[in-house]
């Protein structure tokens, strides 16, 4: 075999934009007809498993989510970077199937199906004789059922996806080509080969996508010669960490791969804020092998605004452990928002814009709540208000510190702004961004504080999520009037 003419050995020219921003790890794809539906991992996030279409794999809307009632997602936590790891979501038959793994509700994967993607979406069957994570589905020639998965390796057995038997002994399938963490398998058949899609080298710096081919969907597999399909290890781009990837063919014959990766800044090492996004490339195949040609993206990222108001919150709004609906509840005017007795409960959205502002108007006369941005409860900032008084509160770990106060009245409008640095460019000060926290009132905007946007990174606090907006109830309850995201780039 010829190496491929042109091929880029390193992923080619990557996006500098993703197609879905802020936290949308492990995406995977397909396409009915001419719509492609995308879901990816949600963590301890309820509902669960974000579903968005598109026409165009570039412009994307959120139809709902997979897991979207308690029978179906059980969080018996709200420890951060559990819940939900990553799905493979498929077409077969006139019906949609969607597997996952629920880390904090063991053992085995979860197999979900439905008729229309907008749901509803069935209770799991548990398939109980797999474990690991990453689990994907396929069917062969013969209508068989095969269940792939990482466990120490990429493994695989028949699966009767009615029952969650499964019908035949694991077996190791593929070990990658030597990196670490062989995970998020994906099978295709293209042409007269299977394809075994793979990451390697783990979810951060060395993380890539690599693929091999066989006869059948159990192999055995070879390597691709120009291995890895994709990473950005060893590269000065923009977009860092990249793999977790899924191959998806467009009505026209040409193919496109959507993976995940992160957009870090700031001095060095670099920090990023957003989580885990997913970005997409266009592929062409070339003498029996895909390569990467280009990127797949917006021309801009689109200004958003949302809005927690009157009614049933929108899909985007989720909470940390606990379905929005167990802690919330319109009442005349505003959302009472109850803690439950079991310590901070918090309802939020996505940050999916590097710069941003966020608003809430907050009553606590019978509690305390705050308007906050956070990677987990142990990393946020936030305007804590109770009784009269609010106060800005940053917390790093064990470290939680005041920044300022304000009187807190009927009128005061929290916000959380989050904005560039403005370190010198070689500073090794310089922060992804910087987060302001002010209050508004009739008589004007008073800044309470500023905190360094390192501190709200995932290479402090560490796991698999990222920044997320919304409103926490620490104790008793709270009037929230309302919750404004707005997001500009």
């Excluded at 995308?38 to 598109?54: D, I, N, T």
């Excluded at 793999?243 to 009505?251: C, F, N, Q």
């Excluded at 700031?266 to 970005?279: A, D, I, K, M």
């Amino acid at each position: 075999m010829t190496e491929p003419e042109a091929v880029p050995p390193r992923g080619g020219v990557l996006p500098t934009r993703p197609i879905l921003g802020g936290f949308h790890p492990d995406p995977t794809v397909c396409r009915v007809d001419d719509v492609f539906y995308l879901a990816c991992s949600s963590f301890e996030y309820a509902p669960g498993v974000p579903l968005l279409r598109s026409a165009d794999l570039v412009n994307w809307e959120l139809i709902g989510a997979v897991m979207d009632r308690p029978s179906q997602l059980v969080l018996p936590d709200a420890a951060p970077s559990g819940g939900v790891y990553a799905p493979t979501l498929r077409h077969h038959d006139g019906t949609f199937f969607l597997v996952t793994t629920n880390v904090s509700d063991g053992p085995g994967h979860l197999l979900m199906t439905a008729t229309d993607p907008s749901g509803p979406w069935s209770d799991p069957v548990r398939i109980r004789g797999a474990g690991g994570i990453d689990p994907d589905l396929v069917w062969d020639e013969d209508g068989r059922c095969l269940l792939t998965w990482s466990d120490g390796g990429i493994r695989q057995a028949a699966l009767d996806p009615a029952t969650g038997e499964l019908l035949s002994e694991p077996r190791q399938l593929w070990s990658g080509t030597g990196g670490r963490d062989p995970e998020g398998p994906h099978l295709y058949r293209v042409g007269r080969w299977w394809y075994l899609l793979v990451a390697e080298g783990g979810t951060g710096p060395g993380h890539a996508v690599t693929i091999a081919r066989g006869p059948s969907p159990e192999g055995p597999f070879e390597a691709c010669p120009h291995n890895p399909l994709l990473t950005a290890r060893g590269t000065p781009g923009p977009v860092q960490n990249t793999g977790h990837a899924d191959l998806v063919e467009r009505p026209d014959g040409s193919w496109a791969m959507v993976f995940l990766g992160v957009r870090p800044s700031g001095s060095f090492p670099g920090w990023h804020v957003l989580g885990r996004e997913t970005f997409a490339v266009d592929v062409a195949w070339r003498d029996g092998w895909p390569v990467v040609t280009g990127p797949i993206e917006p021309e801009a990222r689109p200004p958003a605004r949302s809005v927690l108001g009157e009614g049933a919150p929108g899909p985007e709004w989720v909470g940390a452990g606990v379905f929005p609906d167990r802690v919330l509840r319109w009442s005349r005017d505003r959302w009472r928002m109850s803690s439950g007795g079991t310590g901070r409960v918090f309802v939020g959205r996505r940050q999916e814009h590097t710069t941003m502002t966020a608003r809430a108007g907050i009553e606590a006369d019978r509690g305390a709540g705050a308007l906050e941005i956070r990677v987990d409860p142990g990393h946020r900032i936030a305007l804590e208000a109770e009784g009269g008084r609010v106060r800005a509160v940053a917390c790093a770990g064990p470290l939680v510190t005041v920044l300022g106060e304000a009187p807190l009245t009927a009128d005061t409008v929290l916000e959380l702004r989050v904005v560039a640095s403005t370190a010198p460019e070689y500073s090794r000060e310089r922060g992804p961004d910087v987060i302001v926290a002010a209050v508004r009132t009739p008589e004007g905007t008073t800044e309470l504080a500023r905190l360094d946007g390192r501190y709200l990174s995932t290479e402090v606090a560490g796991g698999f999520t990222g920044r997320m907006v919304g409103v926490s109830c620490a104790s008793g309850g709270i009037g929230v009037r309302f919750v404004e995201y707005r997001g500009d780039a």
